[in-house]
């Protein structure tokens, strides 16, 4: 059973630009959630979405970042216009069951983004 | 004052150790509460979760969660090289949005 799968796990952009990263969750699991990483800041949540709709984007900046999952195909966070302040770590996590405190998320292994 | 805090580390200690990790929290409505381990490069991984106040105890590793001073601990017997990594802590409550610590990076060394 594959886990988690997100591409690309690298990506660089030049300022202005747009970044578009997928994530595929683990087969079965109908939640994802989108977390951001700096080395100084740890992991910071973004969104939370389950197919066709968004349970919770209080973590996401108001301007040039956007997500979804749709009903096929995986998740996609998606940065419009790019600045040097995007760049980071970017992680999926996916989820048996929505609403479900029990912490069992599963995280892919990432996406790198690196702003020029 | 963060949600939550973690220091960052570097803890280093040697093979065989029993190594200390601890978070600190604001929110009293949280009330789960996981340890992930992340290897560098890769994405985090879940270690334990536990629900309220008490302990966990899973091979070599036991959770502690003490909810009157706000305070969880993670703690590894026999430390191994292979446990080299950064540890964070997470929680959450109602949102059903776990908040994570900062991480604290742990050298094992042989």
């Known amino acids: 059973n594959a886990g988690v799968m997100q591409n690309p796990r690298h990506l660089v952009r030049r300022r202005g630009q747009e970044a578009r990263l997928r994530c595929s969750p683990m087969?079965?699991?109908?939640?994802v959630y989108w977390y951001r990483q700096l080395p100084e800041e740890g992991l910071k949540f973004m969104v939370y979405?389950?197919?066709?709709?968004?349970?919770?984007e209080s973590g996401m900046p108001k301007e040039r970042f956007s997500a979804e999952f749709p009903k096929e195909g995986p998740s996609i966070l998606r940065i419009q216009q790019v600045v040097r302040g995007d760049s980071a770590a970017y992680f999926c996590?996916?989820?048996?069951?929505?609403?479900?405190?029990?912490?069992?998320?599963?995280f892919g292994e990432g996406s790198r983004l690196t702003v020029l | 004052q963060k949600e939550v805090e973690q220091d960052p580390g570097p803890l280093s200690v040697p093979e065989g150790a029993i190594v200390s990790l601890n978070c600190t929290y604001s929110n009293s409505a949280f009330q789960y509460f996981m340890w992930y381990r992340q290897y560098s490069r890769k994405g985090p991984e879940l270690l334990m979760y536990?629900?309220?106040?008490g302990n966990k105890e899973d091979g070599r590793f036991t959770a502690q969660v003490d909810k009157s001073s706000k305070y969880i601990s993670l703690f590894i017997r026999d430390s191994q090289p292979s446990d080299s990594a950064t540890y964070l802590c997470a929680m959450s409550g109602g949102s059903y949005i776990p908040t994570f610590g900062r991480g604290t990076s742990l050298i094992v060394h042989p």
């Open positions: 996590a996916s989820v048996l069951r929505g609403l479900s405190n029990t912490g069992e998320l599963f």
């Open positions: 536990t629900y309220s106040s």
């Open positions: 087969k079965g699991h109908s939640h």
């Open positions: 979405l389950q197919k066709e709709n968004i349970i919770d």
